[in-house]
């Protein structure tokens, strides 16, 4: 009965999605910087003890960048986006000499409501939408070598609002704020080796890396 669900509420989002690249009347090109307060790396997600389980490394104040592609349809009341950010910080070393951190590579689909203002040149937004998220832990230890690295993709959701000024001809700036829960799975596996000479003893770190603070955008969009 839960798989008829899904298969039903599907075939509304791809219909949800004709529809609007049948009726679409703007295109847009964005891109922009993006600013993510914090995120945490679990460190043991998969241990029987809660308190492992919680056990975390908090990152904060990451950077990256962002690339959406947005159309709009029944007369700019509507739109329909796709988005591509690539975010990534490492903090380190420590007293250990090890640094760690990750990047993620969120892909996201979302539908706007521009809200009504009347005020030429000006828009105001909300939205939401889901996404997967790709990425990796990005930990680097004394004497190892890593020889590979996994990742199991998150999927989530999001909702955001924002305003859109536009200052010349098609170019507008735009900034945001969204809220999403993005997390993905690691498995990184190592090799120590002392004095050059490779012992042949490998280690595998599993971690989850969520990152779940509060987003803000700022940049450039050329409609057209």
């Given at each position: 009965?839960?798989?008829?669900?899904?298969?039903?509420?599907?075939?509304?989002?791809?219909?949800?999605?004709?529809?609007?690249?049948?009726?679409?009347?703007?295109?847009?090109?964005?891109?922009?910087?993006?600013?993510?307060?914090?995120?945490?790396?679990?460190?043991?997600?998969?241990?029987?003890?809660?308190?492992?389980?919680?056990?975390?490394?908090?990152?904060?104040?990451?950077?990256?960048?962002?690339?959406?592609?947005?159309?709009?349809?029944?007369?700019?009341?509507?739109?329909?986006?796709?988005?591509?950010?690539?975010?990534?910080?490492?903090?380190?070393?420590?007293?250990?000499?090890?640094?760690?951190?990750?990047?993620?590579?969120?892909?996201?689909?979302?539908?706007?409501?521009?809200?009504?203002?009347?005020?030429?040149?000006?828009?105001?937004?909300?939205?939401?939408?889901?996404?997967?998220?790709?990425?990796?832990?990005?930990?680097?230890?004394e004497n190892t070598n890593q020889i590979s690295s996994e990742f199991t993709p998150g999927f989530g959701i999001h909702i955001l609002g924002g305003i859109e000024y536009l200052f010349f001809n098609n170019f507008a700036i735009q900034t945001?704020?969204?809220?999403?829960?993005?997390?993905?799975?690691?498995?990184?596996?190592?090799?120590?080796?002392?004095?050059?000479?490779?012992?042949?003893?490998?280690?595998?770190?599993?971690?989850?890396?969520?990152?779940?603070?509060?987003?803000?955008?700022?940049?450039?969009?050329?409609?057209?």
């Amino acid at each position: 009965m839960f798989y008829f669900i899904k298969k039903i509420h599907l075939f509304f989002v791809i219909l949800f999605l004709l529809q609007s690249l049948c009726t679409a009347q703007n295109n847009s090109f964005g891109l922009k910087l993006i600013y993510v307060s914090s995120s945490k790396i679990y460190l043991f997600p998969e241990s029987s003890d809660l308190i492992l389980r919680k056990k975390h490394l908090p990152i904060e104040n990451i950077w990256g960048v962002s690339f959406e592609y947005r159309r709009s349809f029944n007369e700019a009341k509507f739109g329909i986006g796709m988005n591509v950010d690539y975010i990534r910080k490492t903090i380190g070393p420590n007293t250990f000499n090890t640094k760690d951190g990750f990047w993620a590579l969120p892909i996201e689909i979302t539908a706007y409501f521009f809200i009504p203002l009347g005020i030429e040149n000006w828009k105001i937004f909300m939205g939401g939408g889901a996404g997967t998220y790709l990425g990796g832990r990005l930990l680097t230890q004394e004497n190892t070598n890593q020889i590979s690295s996994e990742f199991t993709p998150g999927f989530g959701i999001h909702i955001l609002g924002g305003i859109e000024y536009l200052f010349f001809n098609n170019f507008a700036i735009q900034t945001k704020m969204k809220f999403r829960d993005l997390y993905f799975k690691t498995n990184n596996k190592y090799y120590s080796y002392q004095n050059g000479i490779n012992n042949n003893l490998s280690s595998d770190y599993k971690s989850r890396v969520s990152i779940d603070g509060m987003i803000v955008e700022l940049g450039l969009l050329y409609s057209f």
